[in-house]
């Protein structure tokens, strides 16, 4: 990747769940590791850095406990700059706004917020029989989880989650790992919030800028599709298995991911020099 990279001004995207923090039964214990924070503190240091999440902004940055990366939650739906941005010549500037006039944050659904709150009360009142069951509040979107549902009641969990959503056609399901996501129908997604956030860092008609986005799940594949039409960066699907996906490289698991950032982060502090295939463990997808 150096060769790819080499003179070019690197921003960094990472999904959280499945790729900082491993996958658990409970949503509300998947926490970072502190060598995972410590290795995105450091990549942070040097290249801008944001953590683009389904989950509620809040949420992830209470896992992510860092102040100086982009916080974008509910699928890109919440975006808050840090208070200081590093620029891609390594310096600090104080936040600007952006050509909307927003200052620190950015939310393309606000207007369906109140419709939001109906649904996740909804949502938890028809789905509270089914044992397992467990509905996340992501701000601007609601999580329908089912992996500690029986199998035999997938059906009729997602026919309970459709019935809601029969009186909201504003609103549409998508679905992730053992999760249904109900958000609002507009063109919005992680790939949308990484151009916005170029754009934001002044970066989105340069020539040299490389975005590097890593994650694991579906919606992750919007991202990887923008950075594929760009032509510019890598995407990087985590997974451990092969997968039909917009990605060119996969790392396995978390572990991987951080042995990936921490050599970035070295790389560019320039005390390694041996940012390679082998240490990153970075493979190419056709390979
Ligand atoms: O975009 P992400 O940061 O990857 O968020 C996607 C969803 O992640 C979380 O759910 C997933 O991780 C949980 C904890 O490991 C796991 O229990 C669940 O089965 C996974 O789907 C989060 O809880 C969801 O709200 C996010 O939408």
Request: charged share 30%; net charge positive; with cysteine.
């Amino acid at each position: 990747m150096t060769k790819a990279a080499k003179g070019k001004r690197i921003v960094v995207f990472l999904d959280y769940d499945g790729t900082l923090s491993p996958i658990v039964n409970d949503p509300d214990l998947a926490f970072m590791s502190d060598e995972m924070r410590g290795a995105v503190r450091e990549v942070s240091k040097y290249f801008p850095t944001a953590i683009i999440s389904g989950r509620s902004r809040d949420k992830v940055k209470e896992f992510v406990k860092l102040d100086n990366v982009y916080y974008a939650g509910s699928h890109g739906m919440d975006i808050m700059a840090p208070p200081q941005q590093l620029t891609s010549d390594g310096k600090r500037r104080p936040l600007a706004i952006d050509r909307k006039g927003n200052e620190g944050s950015f939310q393309p659904a606000k207007k369906f917020l109140p419709a939001i709150q109906e649904i996740f009360t909804a949502l938890e009142e028809n789905t509270r029989k089914i044992k397992g069951a467990r509905v996340e509040d992501n701000r601007f979107c609601v999580s329908v989880h089912f992996r500690q549902v029986r199998e035999e009641d997938y059906d009729i969990l997602k026919e309970k989650v459709k019935s809601v959503l029969e009186n909201y056609p504003d609103f549409r399901l998508t679905w992730g790992r053992k999760v249904m996501e109900v958000r609002p129908c507009i063109e919005w997604n992680k790939g949308h919030a990484l151009e916005y956030l170029l754009e934001r860092l002044g970066l989105s008609n340069s020539s040299d800028v490389f975005p590097l986005y890593i994650g694991d799940d579906r919606t992750d594949e919007d991202a990887f599709k923008v950075i594929e039409s760009r032509g510019q960066g890598y995407p990087i699907v985590v997974s451990s298995v092969a997968k039909d996906t917009k990605a060119r490289f996969s790392l396995k698991d978390p572990k991987e991911v951080h042995t990936f950032l921490s050599h970035l982060a070295r790389w560019r502090k320039g005390s390694s020099s041996s940012f390679s295939r082998s240490s990153a463990q970075i493979v190419g997808i056709d390979d």
